[in-house]
């Protein structure tokens, strides 16, 4: 279905392969066109309660396809950015986690699609870096954004000033991943991890992730509030009447995502 790109789902885990290792998974229209069309059907799965999100070969994403970028003049360069914000605008919104599996270089429009998972999982492998203002021009897919809440003002205009590419120790290090693996066992805990959120009430998840990520831009008093009507409205769920009966009963729950 998908020239650029592998989906597969797997007990109720989706796997999201960006799939032009002979371009180290470069991102260009197409890429980014598949990768929308992708997470809004699992958004709308009902199946699938986490995904894993990762590269062919021995790149994540090696940034933006620079060849098909060199000819773009200045309408058609702010065309693109705007896509590739709303591709990975759109990655953020989405109630289901998603788990950036770093397995090799994320640089610039790579490292913007990883900033936009919900949490970051690097090989000892992996390079990270926004070398834009080397090739004339700046990041363009959130980067001067995403990167200073993860890592700080300071070490984010280092990063990006400087078009510094940094190994996964220093990534972890600096907040920007959040683990650090042998490459051997970079999916398997990308797995681990996505069981356990998917073995968790989907409602609540989502509703959880809604609050973090919209909390994060309001003040305390206003987050406060939104995290009470996520609490409240998931009394309504008959996910939390399992939750709560099982661990009364002492016994594993049944999520329904209902």
Same mark, same amino acid.
């Given at each position: 279905?998908? $020239? ?17 290792? #002979? ?26 309660? !986490? ?16 060849? $098909? ?22 990655? #953020?919104?989405? #109630? ?33 870096? $926004? ?13 001067? $954004? ?9 070490? !984010? ?20 991943? #959040? ?13 681990? +991890?996505?069981?356990? +959120?998917?073995s968790k009430a989907p409602i609540a998840v989502g509703m959880a992730k809604t609050c973090i990520n919209k909390g994060y831009h309001?003040?305390?008093?206003s987050g406060s509030a939104l995290e009470a009507e996520a609490f409240g409205g998931c009394f309504g769920t008959e996910d939390q009447k399992e939750g709560m009966r099982a661990f009364l009963e002492k016994r594993p729950a049944s999520f329904?995502?209902?």
């Open positions: 279905m998908y $020239q650029t790109i592998k989906y597969e789902v797997k007990n109720n885990i989706g796997y999201v392969t960006v799939n032009r290792p #002979e371009a180290l998974n470069a991102l260009n229209k197409t890429v980014l066109e598949e990768l929308f069309d992708v997470f809004g059907r699992i958004e709308e799965s009902d199946e699938v309660r !986490a995904v894993i999100l990762t590269g062919e070969g021995r790149s994540f994403v090696a940034g933006a396809d620079i060849a $098909q970028m060199s000819t773009l003049n200045v309408a058609e360069g702010r065309a693109f950015g705007a896509y590739g914000q709303k591709v990975m605008n759109y990655m #953020e919104k989405i #109630e289901k986690p998603i788990i950036a599996a770093v397995n090799g270089f994320a640089l610039g429009g790579g490292c913007e699609l990883a900033m936009a998972c919900d949490f970051r999982i690097a090989s000892t492998k992996a390079k990270f870096g $926004q070398p834009e203002v080397g090739l004339g021009i700046t990041p363009g897919f959130g980067g001067t $954004q995403r990167l200073s809440k993860l890592v700080g003002k300071g070490m !984010a205009k280092y990063m990006i000033l400087t078009a510094e590419t940094i190994n996964a120790e220093e990534a972890l290090r600096i907040g920007l991943v #959040e683990k650090v693996v042998e490459p051997e066992e970079l999916i398997p805990i990308c797995e681990s +991890i996505a069981e356990k +959120i998917a309001l003040d305390l008093f329904k995502n209902r």
